[in-house]
Every structure is written in C-alpha cells, then in structure tokens.
C-alpha cells in the first residue's frame, strides 16, 4: 500500500521560510516523479513545483519561482519543499503527490498524501 506523508506544515510569518518533507513508501519511489500541491480555502487545488525521476528538472509556479525549491532523496525516498520569503497568499494545505510524469495536471498523479496546513501571517 502506498502511503505519502507530509510534514513540516505550521506557522510562519510574512518573510519567514518553512521546510516541507514527505515520505513516502509502498512504491519504487525512483521511478516516480513528484509534485507540490496546494489549496486554499474557497480555491481550487494549485500546482506549485515539480520534480522528475532524477531530480534533474524542475518546474514551479510563477507565483512562487525563486522563492521555493522542491527536491528529492531517492536513497531515502523523500521529497521537500524548502519555501522562503512567505506570503500571506501563500497560506494553503499543501499536499505531495507521486505521478508517471513531472506534470502541472493534478489528474496525472497517482498518489497523494493527506497534505500539511501552512499559514502565513502578516
């Protein structure tokens, strides 16, 4: 069974950084890649970065480039978000989920975890 774990969720405030984990198990972890998502209240669930299977490409949402950086351990089957210089519309549930292909579409990951509240304030 597959399970994604996310962790490292809270509260920060405007400027501050917060590190996002996600651990997975139940699949060959290396041959999946791994996306960021989030979801504010009243808002539809957003794409934020993705990573392919080697970690050797990246993709983020404009909203966040050069403020996050998403990467990956394949020895230890973890993926993290490193997210610096919050803002207050960064505040959202953020979920880790695991797909055939680095991908923008929620709809062409597999897996999900049960995401981790992160609230900015100002």
């Known amino acids: 069974q597959v399970h994604l774990v996310e962790s490292g969720g809270g509260l920060a405030q405007a400027g501050g950084s917060l590190r996002l984990s996600c651990a997975a198990s139940?699949?060959?972890?290396?041959?999946?890649?791994l996306g960021w998502f989030r979801q504010a209240p009243g808002k539809e669930r957003e794409f934020v970065a993705s990573?392919?299977?080697?970690?050797?490409?990246?993709n983020y949402v404009d909203s966040v480039k050069g403020r996050f950086t998403i990467s990956r351990d394949n020895a230890e089957n973890m993926v993290y978000l490193q997210m610096n210089s919050l803002k207050v519309e960064d505040t959202a549930v953020y979920s880790c989920?695991?797909?055939?292909?680095?991908?923008?579409?929620?709809?062409?990951?597999?897996?999900w975890g049960q995401g981790t509240q992160v609230t900015v304030s100002s």
């Open positions: 139940g699949l060959s972890f290396r041959w999946y890649s």
């Open positions: 990573i392919n299977r080697r970690g050797s490409e990246t």
């Open positions: 989920a695991a797909g055939g292909g680095a991908t923008t579409r929620s709809e062409q990951y597999d897996y």
